[in-house]
């Protein structure tokens, strides 16, 4: 199958759903809809969420898919088939090896690699900065990362909001919390008419954001005759499993974790410097555009300017992309502009407001006091993590059953620096 044209299909077929959708809302604006009229609104708004889920599921598959084999066919031009395809086979047969006896202790898995490798790539890097980022000049050898930390990095990404909305990671050898400067107040400057008057003296001012990191697990068990058999790529489907099961949990914290025992989510936002959340007004109306309006300008102006971007959850797209540019958002053009290239790579996401929006699961529904949206610069969020992922290999757990046990583990943190840049609209009184 050609991933990319499907994908693109897919985007088609959903801007068509997209249009019927707005000719049905406009047939039926000013008046009450009959039953037949909101059950059809309804279908279509259930078939626009069915095929944003189908892009996401082949978002990652084209991604894999196209990153992987420009990186093969790099590999190529630079070092000749033989080396790669021997490198390759070494790599495979020394996972194996451990995989079967773990002979060599805990196996780290280098994750910075895999991330320089991707962001070179994302940017357009030349063949040439690709061989001085995969070349070891003091030992003569590749040293790209392996296939299992490809795909584990993959399934993380992909399952992780923050990486997606540009947070800001960093990496760190220790666990022990660390204190990032967080500015309270601008050096505000003076003006004076008069000659020989000294300018006053006005000082930024600073508090402290602590990173901490927590400990996450998984807990994977394979049958003994899977790792024995040689034609079963063990390390790719190991790094798929555990890089989703950790993503999965690890991303859930970083959206709506507390501070207390895991990481401040994203849209978490307090203390001192935090903006005053926008409101809907009660815990039964929904938010108009207006609101969504305040929203954008309640944040500082830079980061409006930089990178700004919007996180809901699905359902609450689903009202968002209704809203219209007149009358509170009942009349008028549409605000929604669904993108026909997303989840192509160089693609780019749906906009609201003229900001793209990124959806995650963990954000909350509608509901009584729910975070509807979080907007804003998201790269003041850092994401701290410890080292690479680790994964350690048990025979007794379950020796009964002919398996053997493989625990990844990582530690991982997340913080806000700059509570100005974002803000949440909240559906409250």
């Given at each position: 199958m050609d991933i990319r044209a499907h994908v693109?299909?897919?985007?088609?077929?959903?801007?068509?759903?997209?249009?019927?959708?707005?000719?049905?809302?406009?047939?039926?604006?000013?008046?009450?809809?009959?039953?037949?009229?909101?059950?059809?609104?309804?279908?279509?708004?259930?078939?626009?969420?069915?095929?944003?889920?189908?892009?996401?599921?082949?978002?990652?598959?084209?991604?894999?898919?196209?990153?992987?084999?420009?990186?093969?066919?790099?590999?190529?031009?630079?070092?000749?088939?033989?080396?790669?395809?021997?490198?390759?086979?070494?790599?495979?047969?020394?996972?194996?090896?451990?995989?079967?006896?773990?002979?060599?202790?805990?196996?780290?898995?280098?994750?910075?690699?895999?991330?320089?490798?991707?962001?070179?790539?994302?940017?357009?890097?030349?063949?040439?900065?690709?061989?001085?980022?995969?070349?070891?000049?003091?030992?003569?050898?590749?040293?790209?990362?392996?296939?299992?930390?490809?795909?584990?990095?993959?399934?993380?990404?992909?399952?992780?909001?923050?990486?997606?909305?540009?947070?800001?990671?960093?990496?760190?050898?220790?666990?022990?919390?660390?204190?990032?400067?967080?500015?309270?107040?601008?050096?505000?400057?003076?003006?004076?008419?008069?000659?020989?008057?000294?300018?006053?003296?006005?000082?930024?001012?600073?508090?402290?954001?602590?990173?901490?990191?927590?400990?996450?697990?998984?807990?994977?068990?394979?049958?003994?005759?899977?790792?024995?058999?040689?034609?079963?790529?063990?390390?790719?489907?190991?790094?798929?499993?555990?890089?989703?099961?950790?993503?999965?949990?690890?991303?859930?914290?970083?959206?709506?974790?507390t501070g207390s025992s895991e990481p401040k989510g994203m849209s978490v936002l307090t203390g001192a410097g935090t903006n005053a959340p926008i409101t809907t007004g009660g815990s039964n109306i929904a938010p108009t555009v207006e609101k969504f309006i305040d929203t954008v300008y309640s944040v500082n102006d830079g980061a409006r300017d930089h990178g700004a971007a919007w996180l809901m959850k699905d359902s609450v797209v689903g009202t968002v992309r209704k809203l219209r540019d007149g009358a509170g958002g009942t009349v008028g053009a549409f605000l929604w502009q669904p993108s026909l290239t997303q989840g192509v790579i160089t693609g780019q996401p749906d906009r609201f407001l003229g900001y793209p929006v990124y959806t995650d699961p963990n954000m909350a529904a509608a509901g009584s006091n729910a975070t509807l949206a979080t907007f804003g610069d998201f790269s003041e969020y850092v994401i701290r993590t410890v080292g690479s992922p680790v994964i350690e290999r048990d025979t007794s757990v379950y020796f009964a059953q002919d398996q053997t046990a493989f625990r990844g583990k990582w530690r991982i943190g997340g913080n806000h620096t700059q509570n100005s840049h974002l803000n949440n609209l909240i559906q409250n009184v």
């Open positions: 693109i299909a897919l985007n088609e077929d959903r801007a068509r759903v997209v249009s019927e959708l707005r000719s049905e809302l406009d047939a039926t604006a000013g008046r009450e809809r009959n039953q037949e009229e909101t059950t059809k609104i309804a279908r279509l708004d259930a078939r626009i969420d069915e095929l944003d889920a189908e892009v996401r599921e082949f978002v990652a598959r084209e991604t894999r898919e196209q990153e992987a084999a420009t990186l093969r066919e790099q590999s190529l031009s630079l070092f000749g088939a033989a080396r790669v395809d021997a490198r390759d086979k070494r790599e495979g047969d020394a996972l194996r090896i451990w995989l079967r006896d773990g002979a060599k202790g805990d196996l780290e898995i280098d994750l910075n690699a895999a991330m320089a490798e991707r962001a070179a790539l994302r940017r357009g890097a030349t063949a040439e900065e690709v061989r001085a980022m995969a070349w070891d000049a003091s030992s003569g050898s590749l040293v790209v990362p392996t296939n299992m930390a490809r795909s584990l990095f993959e399934y993380l990404e992909a399952s992780i909001a923050g990486f997606r909305v540009g947070a800001t990671t960093i990496s760190t050898t220790t666990g022990e919390n660390i204190q990032l400067p967080r500015l309270l107040t601008h050096s505000i400057g003076t003006q004076v008419s008069a000659q020989g008057v000294a300018l006053g003296q006005s000082d930024p001012t600073f508090a402290q954001t602590t990173l901490s990191t927590y400990k996450y697990g998984q807990l994977a068990a394979v049958a003994n005759e899977l790792i024995a058999d040689a034609a079963f790529d063990l390390g790719s489907w190991l790094g798929r499993d555990i890089g989703y099961a950790l993503g999965r949990v690890i991303d859930a914290d970083l959206i709506v974790g």
